[in-house]
């Protein structure tokens, strides 16, 4: 049976580059901020690591060495894999002539709105998954269950809470209601609109792929890896955003690539790691 880690413990990269820079980080079980200059190679390692850990999730056991030359060890050390989610920030227009053909939804146009698309499947599993636990708990008979059933469903209601204070300002909450994300507008004469996810502005839809990721895992211990999460980002969404990840998870290992010093003025200085002290 396949033992799932709690988190990563270091990733070791032969050659980031054909020819040089030998690399390995070891990581913190909470928070880990990859700081440097444009091409150093902050954007590599993270693409690297996340190739990798996508051939250890199909294989049965951790390979000692990726076909890239990428090693990464977890804790506990007899682990055989470690869930991860892979946030992609930069909202270029879809491409890809095969996977435009394969989607139902035309409104689905930018690469942002993919995520968002194929979050909206997680999320409908998510809420499935909770009903079923709070329906267990509910119909075993024990007071203390009963109890217990109020605090399956409060991440959503935590998650939900975010989004409408985050996009405030431009008077959008989340349809309650709904099954699917998507949201209520109120218009400067007191009317309303229903919004879908596309519609939103690249900050937002950044900042919904993010939490929505981070929701879906159900506070369990897993991975999640972002390249330059900030683009797009109001400022003080960006000094938000560890804090608000921790609170929806605090059991998610955050790894990610960073220009913006915004990220780290809520506490997270001793965090960041400059890729010339963990290369050579």
Do not use: C
Not at 31 to 52: F, Q, W
Not at 85 to 114: A, G, N, Y
Not at 246 to 252: D, T
């Amino acid at each position: 049976m396949r033992k799932r880690a709690d988190y990563i413990q270091s990733i070791e990269i032969k050659a980031l580059w054909k020819g040089g820079r030998h690399v390995v980080w070891n990581l913190q079980p909470d928070v880990n901020i990859l700081s440097g200059i444009n091409g150093v190679g902050k954007s590599t390692i993270i693409n690297h690591s996340a190739r990798t850990l996508a051939e250890i999730d199909r294989d049965e056991i951790v390979p000692k060495d990726a076909p890239q030359g990428v090693t990464i060890k977890l804790m506990p050390e007899d682990a055989t894999y470690i869930k991860f989610d892979v946030i992609r920030s930069f909202d270029r227009p879809l491409l890809h002539s095969d996977l435009l053909e394969k989607l139902s939804d035309s409104r689905v146009k930018t690469e942002l709105d993919w995520q968002i698309y194929r979050l909206q499947k997680r999320f409908l599993d998510y809420q499935v998954n909770i009903g079923n636990r709070i329906i267990e708990l509910l119909t075993s008979g024990d007071p203390e269950d009963q109890l217990k059933a109020a605090e399956v469903s409060a991440p959503k209601k935590q998650f939900q809470d975010m989004i409408d204070e985050l996009f405030a300002d431009t008077n959008k909450k989340i349809d309650r209601k709904s099954n699917e994300i998507q949201f209520v507008q109120t218009n400067g004469n007191g009317s309303t609109e229903m919004i879908t996810p596309y519609q939103l502005s690249s900050g937002e839809k950044q900042m919904l792929a993010i939490l929505l990721t981070v929701l879906v895992e159900n506070r369990e211990p897993y991975a999640l890896l972002m390249d330059e999460p900030e683009i797009s980002l109001h400022i003080d969404w960006q000094q938000r955003l560890i804090d608000l990840i921790r609170q929806l998870n605090p059991n998610a290992q955050i790894i990610l690539s960073t220009h913006s010093p915004a990220l780290i003025m809520d506490g997270w200085m001793s965090n960041v790691t400059e890729v010339g002290d963990i290369s050579n």
